[in-house]
């Protein structure tokens, strides 16, 4: 059993405290010993937030022994943070809790000293004043969460749901991430590092890209180029990818790219096809064009990713055939190179 515990503090924002209780208390896993038990730690018997009163089942000793600790935000970030949560953060992370936070709950971290001399993130409005109160924390404004292995920060509100989705995919991979996505409703499409503050057009005005990104989602495995896209959209490729830009935070391809290595994880965690076949039901041309946007976007191998879920290899004679492709588009690509050379 995974012990989440969400820290919920005076003046907390009752959205923020509410994604992680939704997020890990609803996703339901195979193995029992992995199941979250989500408890909210109040710092009093009754937390006030701005509309209501929240009685708490837990208290703070709770987050001492527990396997995560989310700290929401805060309404008012000037009052200071009491001593007893301070040393509570910090015995949780001594004892070796992952610790995460979403929007100004990065300002009770860095008072606890866990964000001294890491990358941060909070909302977009507080970042200056995060890095000018704690000049020990490198605050990124830019991004949606930032992942330093045992602390994650994120930026407001959606961008925690972000970070629950992708804390949820380090423990149990994407298949249940996506799962999750799905039952809240909510896109499993934004990666940490995209910006958290773009100029999104007016919903249903005609230049909103929504219904086009959703075609792109579902057709990422055909070859997509710009001008394809452009055309679809009803404008010229230049307008289109700056608009794209705009409303996304980044450029077709790479967003394709993107899209195409979830759906990678996903039949790598759920199916025994090879990586030839991956690559090839994703719309990646071979296996090592997969495996190199895989590795740039996951940080690991395709089948070292696999292997760490526990699923078998592909079965010897697939693994050969995909291994014979490789070697055949590899002499295509040989002979082409001599020829013009």
Known sequence: MHRIAVLALHGVIAFDLSIPCEVFGCVRLPNADDQYDVRVCGEAAEVRTRGFGIRAPGTLSDLVGADTVIVPGV?????????????????????????ASICSGSFILAAAGLLDGRR????WLA???????YPAVSVDPD????DEGRIVTSAGASAGLDMCFHLLRRDHGHAVAAYAARLAVAPLGREGGQAQFIRHEA????????SLLEWMRENAHRPLSVDRLARKAATSPRTFARRFREQTGTTPLQWLIAARVRRAQELLETTHL???????AVGFDGAAALRDCFRRTV???????RRSLGMPEAPAATANASRAKDGQRQSVMTNRLIGVL
């Open 299 to 305: 940080s690991v191998s395709p089948k070292t990713y």
């Open 143 to 146: 991004v949606l969460f930032v």
């Open 274 to 280: 090879s990586i030839e076949e991956i690559a090839t």
């Open 127 to 133: 970042a200056e004043l995060l890095a000018k109160r």
């Open 120 to 123: 941060a993130t909070t909302h």
């Open 203 to 210: 919903p249903g005005s005609a230049a909103s890209l929504a």
């Open 75 to 99: 309404e008012n970030v000037a009052i200071p943070v009491p001593d007893a949560v301070v040393t509570v953060l910090r015995r949780a992370y001594a004892n070796g809790a992952r610790v």
